[in-house]
């Protein structure tokens, strides 16, 4: 069964520092993996995706995650976070046109 | 450019009530998915429907029903409510074809579920 662990529940960053956000997934097949925001009481937003190729992808508000097979991890990465980027994210497994399986989430905080 | 538009927005119902969440996808979405996402919870997933017939089913309670219509709409119908059944409640909706970087679930916003 396939299934995603974000070990960090809850990341307090510094406004202009970097932020590292990790996820391991377990997936039978190739995975195909995502990485998605929610800010408090909106819906999902899809950052980036990672379906095969370059194995550094590049998604939206500046947002990178580097899918490594060798240690089953997908991670969220941004070189400077904004006050805006506080949210939840969620990283998530699934094939295409399929169910996705979440992680837990990681609540991001910025402090001034 | 079109989203995943649910409605309503926001649902208080009393115990044992009955309660009708609908979604209508993307145009030209074929495929439905919901999802509950308990208060600080991660999302699961509840059911899908392609082309109108349900495609997967997750943890859906039994007095839980969904279906999609002929104009690809969703409907989540939700009986006999009790308080744990209060949550945000996500569709999501992909779009025909074989698997590829295209076919990638799109949310709606939700639809928030308070049950007194």
């Known amino acids: 069964a396939q299934s995603v662990t974000q070990p960090d529940i809850h990341i307090t960053v510094s406004e202009g520092a970097s932020l590292e956000l990790r996820c391991n997934y377990s997936?039978?097949?190739?995975?195909?993996l995502f990485w998605y925001v929610q800010s408090p009481g909106q819906g999902l937003q899809l950052l980036l995706k990672y379906f095969s190729g370059d194995t550094l992808v590049q998604g939206i508000k500046g947002f990178e995650a580097e899918f490594k097979r060798s240690q089953s991890s997908f991670n969220l990465r941004k070189p400077s976070v904004h006050w805006s980027d506080a949210a939840e994210y969620f990283c998530?497994?699934?094939?295409?046109?399929?169910?996705?399986?979440f992680g837990t989430g990681t609540r991001l905080t910025i402090i001034p | 450019a079109a989203g995943v538009i649910q409605s309503p927005r926001h649902l208080i119902k009393e115990k044992r009530e009955t309660a009708t969440l609908k979604c209508y996808p993307i145009p030209r979405h074929d495929t439905v998915y919901w999802y509950q996402q308990g208060p600080g919870q991660d999302p699961q997933f509840l059911i899908s429907f392609y082309e109108k017939m349900q495609s997967d089913k997750g943890s859906i309670p039994d007095r839980f029903s969904a279906q999609q219509f002929s104009d690809y709409h969703s409907e989540l119908n939700m009986s006999s409510l009790e308080l744990g059944d209060s949550a945000l409640y996500f569709c999501?909706?992909?779009?025909?074809?074989?698997?590829?970087?295209?076919?990638?679930?799109?949310f709606g916003a939700g639809s928030r579920l308070t049950v007194l």
């Open positions: 997936y039978g097949a190739t995975p195909y």
């Open positions: 998530a497994v699934g094939q295409p046109g399929e169910k996705l399986t």
């Open positions: 999501a909706s992909s779009p025909p074809g074989p698997p590829s970087g295209a076919n990638v679930l799109t």
